[in-house]
């Protein structure tokens, strides 16, 4: 559906309005989901005061239409489907998007709670197979640097790293 507002601009809002307000929140949610802080964001981009913002979130978080933790649990799925990546990867994207830690925590133990538990170590291989071509004609202790360097980028963990280059040696 086209904005009736192509080519000119929408026309003003009282940013005291909280009915305003909420139907910009529920139109943005209807796109993609969102959290807390990114709902926040986007409407204080709409010129909303920030009292209005938060009631309009506490109202939408009462509801169920905001749920952080959700939205985390959605993400690593996501996410772990499409690419390769250690948790603390993901729990900083996470964090980023706004997420609390808490959240975060919530959302991983309800992923494998649904899911069984992440492997990280196959993760990790899954890497390593991805570049294993790329890397190949590397003499050893570059090629095992360059690896190291991948997998930290990626979010894994040390011991994680050290036994799946040991691994291939």
């Not at 086209?2 to 949610?29: C, H, M, N, Q, T």
């Not at 939408?60 to 603390?88: M, P, Q």
């Not at 709670?113 to 890397?135: I, K, N, S």
């Amino acid at each position: 559906m086209r904005s009736a507002f192509v080519g000119r601009r929408p026309p003003r809002r009282d940013p005291a309005d909280p009915e305003a307000a909420r139907e910009s929140a529920l139109r943005l949610l209807e796109r993609t989901r969102r959290t807390r802080l990114e709902l926040a964001r986007k409407l204080r981009d709409q010129g909303f005061e920030p009292r209005v913002i938060d009631e309009v979130l506490e109202r939408l978080t009462s509801v169920g239409l905001i749920d952080d933790a959700e939205y985390a649990r959605a993400f690593l799925a996501s996410r772990l489907g499409r690419k390769a990546a250690g948790w603390r990867r993901l729990e900083i994207e996470l964090r980023r998007r706004g997420v609390s830690a808490d959240d975060a925590s919530a959302a991983r133990a309800r992923f494998e709670e649904e899911q069984g538990a992440t492997d990280e170590v196959a993760l990790a291989r899954r890497v390593v197979a991805q570049v294993e071509a790329r890397y190949r004609s590397l003499e050893p202790r570059l090629r095992r640097q360059r690896l190291y360097a991948l997998l930290v980028r990626r979010g894994f963990d040390g011991d994680v790293i050290e036994r799946v280059l040991a691994e291939g040696q």
